[in-house]
């Protein structure tokens, strides 16, 4: 089968109801990126930035994955899909994507302060973290996000699985963000690229098929040019 690797964006999810960051009434018009998505914000303020992130958990409960992430999901009975996603949320596997690799981290785990990296996947119950919360050796819990300034420990999986792409695919990311916007770089020249977002995005790269829609349309538009070109 062939490889489809899929670079997913906050507007992947923008369907199923979780605002975008960057858009008009998007995340960062409400909140400061300094205050709650950096670890300098987390120095200052850790009850404010547990709270940011315990409010996005509980959103977790009241969405579902849309029909975009259910299209890629059906995608794997034709190709081997990799997903390569900046978002935090579970939608792709909760559509029943199997090859999710995530870039900024995952909503629904936490990790302890102490040193170590030890990550803990939360249960339901457990969405809203608070200061005191602790890992079994006593350290504060954090979540378990790339935050601004950290490093992206994932971003050398990703660009391995990018170089071996026979197609690639992005889908809801202005490309604002480095080193994830990056990646296109990695695709092998001649690769098939195909882009889906309903706005404009600056992407330097030659013959790139641009789908202007949403997720959910444009996966559909998507479906018949990919079987037959790919
Ligand atoms: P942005 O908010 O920067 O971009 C969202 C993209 O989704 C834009 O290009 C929109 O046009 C597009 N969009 C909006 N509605 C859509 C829809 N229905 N279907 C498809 N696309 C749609 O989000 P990202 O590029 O994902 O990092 O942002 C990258 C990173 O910046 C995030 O992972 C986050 C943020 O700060 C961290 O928090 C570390």
């Avoid at 899929?6 to 300094?34: H, N, P």
């Avoid at 009241?62 to 579970?90: C, M, R, S, Y």
């Avoid at 300034?149 to 690639?168: H, M, Q, R, W």
């Avoid at 480095?178 to 404009?200: E, K, S």
Wanted: proline fraction near 5%; charge should be negative.
């Amino acid at each position: 089968m062939k490889k489809l690797v899929v670079l997913t964006g906050a507007g992947m999810s923008a369907e199923s109801g979780i605002s975008t960051f960057r858009d008009s009434g998007g995340l960062w018009e409400q909140y400061k990126i300094d205050d709650v998505a950096t670890p300098e914000g987390w120095r200052r303020n850790p009850a404010l930035v547990l709270e940011f992130y315990s409010q996005r958990r509980k959103q977790l409960l009241t969405t579902q994955p849309n029909d975009g992430h259910l299209a890629l999901a059906a995608l794997e009975k034709d190709f081997d899909v990799q997903i390569i996603t900046q978002n935090v949320d579970n939608l792709h596997e909760r559509a029943g994507s199997t090859h999710i690799l995530h870039l900024h981290g995952e909503l629904t785990k936490v990790r302890s302060t102490g040193g170590g990296e030890e990550v803990f996947e939360l249960a339901e119950k457990d969405y809203d973290v608070k200061l005191g919360d602790t890992c079994p050796k006593g350290y504060q819990l954090r979540p378990h996000i790339v935050w601004f300034g950290e490093a992206v420990p994932e971003i050398e999986n990703a660009i391995k699985l990018t170089e071996k792409a026979d197609v690639f695919l992005v889908i809801g990311t202005s490309l604002n963000v480095y080193p994830a916007a990056g990646l296109l770089n990695y695709v092998p020249a001649g690769v098939p690229v195909f882009l889906i977002d309903p706005n404009d995005v600056p992407v330097y790269r030659q013959g790139v098929t641009v789908i202007r829609n949403g997720a959910s349309e444009g996966m559909k538009q998507l479906i018949p040019q990919l079987l037959k070109c790919c």
